[in-house]
Every structure is written in structure tokens, then in C-alpha cells.
């Protein structure tokens, strides 16, 4: 990539809406061959140079081909809207925000709106003057991932994280005599004081 920030959307349309070819040329032509891919429910390690019958010798890249095809065949229209938020050039990350229609091909009339974050690792090439990507990590809240299984799951979640909150709140104010004991500690060993 020239640009990362600009060329980013397209080429994630590329692997998630691009036909089986559109989607390995794109993974040859962005990925590093040793790439990782780390998802909530699955993950590709960095590796190349393994030989394996039939299928001869294969790459990282390669196995993040096949989690991209099947990704398409599961769900075969996938509407995306990408927004690169964020290109840190002295750590080389890349951030975007995804919103997609997910629906699987074998549950009618099933269609999940998911929003995740991805961080993207790129390496910058000096013979070329192009950034690869070296690792994809996509960030999904709980809420999210189940949306892609369990229809209605994100509300039970949602449900769940609310009665975590109220736990959260009890706790607080029931053990609130053994915070007032450390910020009377921490006054003394500071010199300061503070009230809360």
C-alpha cells in the first residue's frame, strides 16, 4: 500500500465481498506470505514453508485465504461500511472501524448487524517504499460476537452486562470501608489529603 489509510476500505471490501480469486490476489498483494489473523473464533499463526500432500506448500497467508473463503461462503452478501479511524506511523497500526450485515446462508431471513474494530499491523518496505499488513486483529465486544450464532443473544448479553453493573455498584458501596482505609493509607504515605 502507497496509502494505507485510503486504501484500507477497499481492500477489506475486496476480501469480504470479492470472489475467491479478487480475494487471494488481494491477500498476495497486501498480506506478508507469514501474516496472522486472530478473530474471536478462530486464528491463523504466523508460518510459511510447509508442505503438505495434495495441497503442496503453504503459508500463513494461504490458511487466511481459506478462513476468507469460507468467511464468504457462510455468509455470501455481506454489506460493509469501513472507516479508517486512525494510522499510527511510528508504531505502524492501523485502526478501523467495521460495521457489517452478516446473514448465514442456510438460516432464512437471519441478518445480524455487527460492529467491530480491527487493528492492523503494517510493515513498511524500504525496496519498494509500500506498507504490508503483518497481522490482522479484530476487536469484537461480547454483544457482537454472539450476534453471529445466536439470534437474540446480543439482548441477553446486554441483560447480563447491566445485572454485572449493579453487582459492580453493590460491591462498591458494601466494601466502601476498605477503599476509605486505602485512600487514608495512600494520604499518609503522599502527604496529601485527598477525599473521595
Known sequence: MDHPKKQ?????????????AEQRDTLEAYFLPDSTFTHPLCRVPSFSHVSLPILGEINSRWVTWMVYRWYKILSPRI??????????????????????????FFIPF????????TKLHLVHASEDNKYYIKSQEDLYQLNEIVKFFWPGGATIIWFWQMFATFLCIVGALLLAPMTWMKQRHANKVNGIHKRF
Open 8 to 20: 484500507i476500505p477497499n481492500i477489506i471490501h475486496l476480501l469480504t465481498e470479492g470472489s475467491p
Open 79 to 104: 454489506v460493509l461500511q469501513v472507516e479508517c479511524n486512525e494510522f499510527n506511523k511510528k508504531t505502524n497500526i492501523l485502526w478501523v472501524e467495521i460495521h457489517q450485515i452478516f446473514s448465514l
Open 110 to 117: 437471519f441478518k445480524s448487524n455487527v460492529h467491530l474494530t
